[in-house]
Structures are given as C-alpha cells and as structure tokens.
C-alpha cells in the first residue's frame, strides 16, 4: 500500500454517519474513496456544495457543477447549494465537523503551516485559515517528511496557517494526536517501530499509553 | 433596473473602476461582461474575487492582457499570469482568507463598518490589524469592502431584474450584487415575470442596476 492509501484510508476511519466534513485538495480529496460502509456522510465543497459526490464519467458534466479547484464533481441526491457567506459560517461557525487539510509543517503544539513558501510558492490562503481556524476537529493528512527532513517540527519556519492546534495529523508512518498542546504517538503504521517515527520526527513525541498499530 | 447591451453596460465602466467580479475558478463568472472589457481595452482596474481563474477564462483574461492594476482576492494559486505579475511589481495582489474575504463584502452591501473574526489571529494577515477581545476570545476587525461596479452573472433574470442562480455558480454574485454602486448583470436565460418564484429569488430585482441582453 502506498503512502497516500495509509493516509486517506486511515483518516477515513474517524468519519461517522451525520459528519459534515470538507476534504482539501490533494491527499485529503482520496478520503473519500474509503469511506467506512455504512456511514454517510455530508462533503462540502467550499465553493458552495454539499452533498458532493464522485466525479462524473466522461460528457457527463456540468458546467455549474464543480468543486473547490473548479473540477467537475457530481452532486448526491438531497445535496444542496448556497453562496460563499453561507459556506463560511458553516466552516467558522461551529457547524463543520471535521475538515482535512494537507501539512506542510506541524509544529511541536500541534500549530499548522499549510499555505505558502515565502518567495517560492504564494498561491494565497484560499479557505485554510478559515477551515483550521472554525472546523470542530482539524485533521492534517501529509508524509511524515519531506526530502528526508521531518515536517513534525518544533518550530515552524514557515508562516502559520491558525494559532488553533490541529487535533490529529495522520502520517504513512504514524498518527499522533496533540493532547493537551503536546505531539503524541497514538499509532504507528504496520512494519514502523516506535524509534524510526520517533528518528523522522523533529518534534519531542509522547508515547499515548493506548499506543497501537494502524488498523488498515 | 434597464436593459442594456453589452457595448454600452461597459462603456460605463472607466480605466481605474473597482470591480467586483462573480465566480469561483471562473464557474459563474460574467465572461461576457470580461470580453468586453478586454475588447474596450480598460486599464488600471481594481479586482476584487474569490480567485484570478486560470489563464484564458473568466478574470485570467484580464490579467493576461494586463488590464489589472491590483487584485483583492483569496487564491492566485491556479494563475501563473497573476503569480508572475505580482512577482515582477506589474500587479499588486491583496491576499484575504476566503471567509474574511466574503464577510467584509457583505458587510459592505449590509451597512456595516467590518466584522470580527477569529481567522487570521496570530498570523501574518493580522499585520496592520486591530486586535479585539470579546469574552475573553480575540478577534481582527477586518473593514468592509466596497466597490463601484458589481459585475455579477445569474442563471435566470426576470424581466425586472430578480435573481436567480445555478448550483455551484452562485458562490460570491449574490453577495457582491449587494455591495457596489453600479450592479451590472448577465443571465444564462432571461425570462417572464413569474417564472422565477418569490421563494426562489435569490437576488432582489431592487438592487439590480443594468440587465444586460442576451444575443
């Protein structure tokens, strides 16, 4: 299995029925591919949408049908549409149960940088700091290291995305949750020891006491 | 609210205008409205959006012609035109999270001086910003936005200018048809009185400036 399969399929287990849930671009979009059977969930789609389904087949799409990167999507039956100061008091206001969200880096207390490279790459913040600002549950779904270096960092060296902690950042290597402003080791994904998570990451961890293995 | 054609709904519009344009990645955007504006060739505008689309649709064509004097706007992301004339000073890019973005714009159309919200807090965007506590919890005081045009693109207009939109196109023209001096429209269909029911207006023919034909 790859790195992303880890991540989307793991991250999908946390979904419940009832959930309304908004998946960032990348890594966080093939969550919805492993939904649990039997649980439904609400996607919204930042640009105006929820009830947000697969993407349809070929000639059949709509023009004014469309997801956050202006692709093609479908909607579900009882799906509906609403402008973007709709879609924002549900994300900031307490109605958005979990949003997933690429990581550029997490520092030690959970803080999250996620949308810009000074200099490299300025795309804008689009709806990041409104969904790690007001979702309910903040989930990062990234690697666990960029060209060899850790993204679990004390410190992050690029601009933050919220002061809010996120709650959960869930690795091809490992899931760590942030109890109490600390990194804790949670899971470790099958075939990773405790000591090379702990080797790719900058950040101090705590060993939960419940520390498993990622069921997969 | 009066009919008018497209060549004249832009002649309205001068070289250094503030434009609010509809659309989110250029679904619901007013293309007809942005030829135009291409065609006439006006220059120094002030955009302000949810994004700058992508190279050859909706507001990426009035960056690439380099008509575009600055952007207020959430995502440049998918533009290099925009990314590359920000870069090299020719654009001056304004970046807003998207949320605080459609806010000060509706607090632009409602009457209100801002709004207070949590997003930003701590980041660089409360540079230059007001910080404010409310029990207990802080927040940026982030202004209204107005603008002199609104250029705003629905599915169905009525005869006398009522709104309505289509799915995923609605996104910010509602909003923006609130809050600028001047609301300018194109319609996918226009049609009889009636046709669009109260309940599904979304947009006041009452706020509606100009309605521009279709062909």
């Keep these: 299995m790859d790195a992303q399969t880890v991540i989307a399929k793991r991250i999908a287990q946390e979904l419940r029925s009832g959930m309304l849930v908004n998946l960032g671009i990348g890594i966080p979009t093939l969550v919805a591919n492993y939904v649990p059977e039997g649980v439904n969930v609400f996607f919204q789609s930042e640009n105006g949408l929820i009830g947000t389904g697969p993407i349809p087949e070929e000639g059949m799409t709509h023009p004014t049908l469309t997801d956050a990167g202006g692709k093609p999507v479908s909607a579900l039956p009882g799906a509906c549409t609403f402008d973007s100061a709709m879609s924002f008091a549900l994300i900031r206001g307490g109605h958005l149960d979990i949003t997933v969200l690429g990581g550029l880096q997490v520092d030690r207390h959970g803080r999250l940088a996620n949308w810009m490279i000074p200099g490299k790459m300025v795309p804008g913040m689009g709806g990041a700091m409104d969904l790690v600002t007001g979702a309910k549950r903040v989930i990062v779904a990234m690697q666990h290291t960029a060209k060899g270096k850790p993204k679990i960092v004390n410190k992050c060296t690029l601009p933050l995305t919220s002061v809010r902690p996120v709650d959960l950042v869930v690795t091809e290597m490992a899931v760590i949750e942030f109890v109490d402003g600390r990194a804790t080791l949670t899971e470790t994904a099958p075939g990773v020891s405790v000591a090379q998570v702990v080797e790719a990451t900058e950040a101090p961890l705590v060993r939960s006491e419940k520390l498993a293995e990622m069921r997969l | ?215």
């Design chain 2, 1 to 215: 609210m009066k009919t008018i054609s497209v060549e004249s709904a832009v002649a309205l519009i001068p070289d250094g205008a503030s434009l609010m344009v509809g659309g989110f990645m250029g679904v619901g955007t007013p293309e007809r409205l942005v030829d135009e504006l291409v065609r006439q060739r006006k220059r120094n505008l002030l955009v302000i959006a949810n994004d700058t689309a992508i190279p050859g649709r909706g507001i990426g064509k009035l960056v690439a012609a380099g008509q575009l004097g600055k952007v207020v706007a959430s995502h440049i992301g998918l533009n290099p035109d925009t990314q590359q004339g920000m870069i090299a000073g020719k654009i001056a890019v304004d970046l807003v999270p998207q949320g605080t973005l459609i806010e000060r714009i509706r607090a632009g159309g409602s009457g209100l001086g801002g709004i207070l919200t949590p997003t930003g807090v701590g980041t660089i965007v409360e540079e230059g910003k007001r910080k404010i506590e409310v029990d207990g919890k802080s927040y940026l005081l982030e202004t209204a936005l107005r603008a002199d045009f609104a250029l705003v693109h629905a599915f169905l207009a009525d005869y006398a200018g009522n709104l309505s939109y289509a799915l995923t196109a609605r996104n910010f023209n509602p909003v923006i048809a609130m809050a600028a001096e001047t609301v300018i429209v194109t319609a996918d269909h226009i049609v009889p009185m009636g046709v669009i029911a109260p309940d599904h207006v979304v947009t006041p023919a009452a706020v509606v400036d100009y309605l521009v034909a279709n062909r």
